[in-house]
Structures are given as structure tokens and as C-alpha cells.
């Protein structure tokens, strides 16, 4: 994973939290929701590029 990937799927993981908190801090579960999809999102990201990076070496 190129470092600029990489640093975007950290940047968007934690716009996700963040949006996550947020949403649950002000009793909104459509925000609460969104944040999670986005982290998630970026997780399974970082993950894939990981695992296939695994298979390369």
C-alpha cells in the first residue's frame, strides 16, 4: 500500500470515528450510522491492500 493510500484510509477512518461520536453524542442515529459505513469502509480498504501485499511478497 502506496503511503498516500494509506494515509488517506487513516484520514478517512478517522473522519468515520469522528462522525460516529459525534452523531452519538447528539442522540443522531442517521450520523451515528454514516460514521460507521465510512470507517468501515476504510478498514476493509486498508485490509484488502494489506492482504495483497501479503500475497506478493
Known sequence: ??????????VEQAKGAVK?????????E?????????????DLREAGKKAKNAFKR
Do not use: D, F, P, Q
Open 30 to 42: 442517521s450520523m451515528t450510522a454514516e460514521g460507521r459505513t465510512e470507517r468501515a469502509k476504510a
Open 20 to 28: 460516529e461520536n459525534v452523531g452519538r453524542t447528539v442522540g443522531n
Open 1 to 10: 500500500m502506496s503511503a498516500k493510500r494509506k494515509a488517506n484510509a487513516k
